[in-house]
């Protein structure tokens, strides 16, 4: 074992924990700011409202994170029209590609849990908002939300945890995230074994402190389900 | 575009192939581990517990793709010093095939344990004592009343996990396995129609993970069959 590969390239490593940390909020933060409005139309009684929701959420949850990344980055070069537009300089990039991908797929995870926990919205909080005088908007903005906000907390934060994980997906093509500098260090020095655990050290660490955090969120939105103790 | 795919139909099908057995089997080992995994939890030996905890919470925490490639290598390296160590001279060379599977299988291991010990703890106590009353042996127990009942409180869940697995064993095309996505990738840059390849691959993971539910759809109804519903 050659451990001081591994820390004779902390810098890279470091850079690779900063990138990965970058991607993942990103993506986390513009995937649930597109998710809540796609999954109050996904849970609309309008078909046409909330089919083309459906086939988005169905296309995403129903290939691999790898095809669709390898489908934006290396797939859209194909046509001439994409690379004669003005957002090609965008779309040449690794890192725009993965976080357009990495953004549409966290999005259509999150709408389907979103939908999951508005379905589950007590009835009688609606018919009593409404008995309130509430518009339409307003029961949404003040009922139904915060609750479904509560009730997703558990399965977001597996999703989160899931993000992290498909996020390797960007040392794939190329980006220095934390396994494509585990990457590099290995071709720099033929270490895998090193190399990659450390890595796994990395992902496990941020993976800890993203439990932890949740825990947390858990116990201040999740007081009134916690047993009283005296 | 037919032109196009046409020619590469056939190592698109092969691939196609590969990626089902490469899930399949994984699935395999994935159930045993899960079932070792959950028993492990469940006993009462102090030892099988920590090692059990350990399994899954250092599987869960690094992403698939950064353990597999220390199995993958390190599997490798680590076999090879035994066997040297044994005194043998032999080297001894895992394809990537069985990389994937040991890989993906010990990884999904760990999801299953948790999803099966969910499910033993499930079924009804008084079943088990039945069972022990009746004088039946432990393998016995477990071929006819905890088998059999805890299947449906573990079908949810083992269907998450299988499709999961299925869109994971993308990932062994970083490998170097020759599965649906590595064969589609190499057709895709010798036409440099690649969007075009990746959107078949997509359509057959549709069409895969959707065969795969409506098969859980049937297999959860016959396994509630004698369960009332509300």
Known sequence: MHWDVVFDNWPLLLQGLWTTLVYVSASLVLGLMLAIPLSIMRSSSNRFLSWPVWAFTYFFRGTPLLVQIYLIYYGLGQFESVRESFVWPVLREASWCALLGFTLNTAAYVTEILRGSIQATPYGEVEAATACGMSRAQTYRRIIMPGAFRRALPAYGNEVIFMLHGSVVAGVITILDIYGAAKKINALTYTYFESMLAAAVLYMLIVYVITRVFKRAELRWHAHLRPRTE | MLEIVGPYLPLILKGTWVTIAVSLVSLAVACLLGLLGAWAKLSHSKLANVVADAYTTLVRGVPDLVLMTIIFFGGQIGINSLVEAMGWDIYI??????????????????????????????????????????????????????????????????????????????????????????????????????????????????????????????AEHRYSVGVRRA
């Open chain 2, 93 to 218: 060379e895992i394809d990537a095939f069985t990389a994937g599977v040991v890989s993906i299988g010990f990884i999904y291991g760990a999801y299953m344990t948790e999803t099966f010990r969910g499910a033993i703890l499930a079924v009804p106590k008084g079943q088990i004592e039945a069972a022990v009353a009746c004088g039946m042996t432990r393998p016995t127990i477990f071929r006819r009343v905890l088998g059999p009942q805890m299947m449906r409180f573990a079908l949810p869940s083992f269907g998450n996990n299988w499709l999961v697995l299925l869109k994971t064993t993308a990932l062994v095309s970083v490998l170097g396995v020759q599965e649906l996505v590595y064969n589609a990738f190499s057709a895709g840059r010798s036409t440099r129609e690649m969007f075009t390849f990746m959107l078949v691959v997509c359509v057959i993971y549709l069409i895969l993970t959707t065969i795969s539910t409506t098969a859980l759809r049937w």
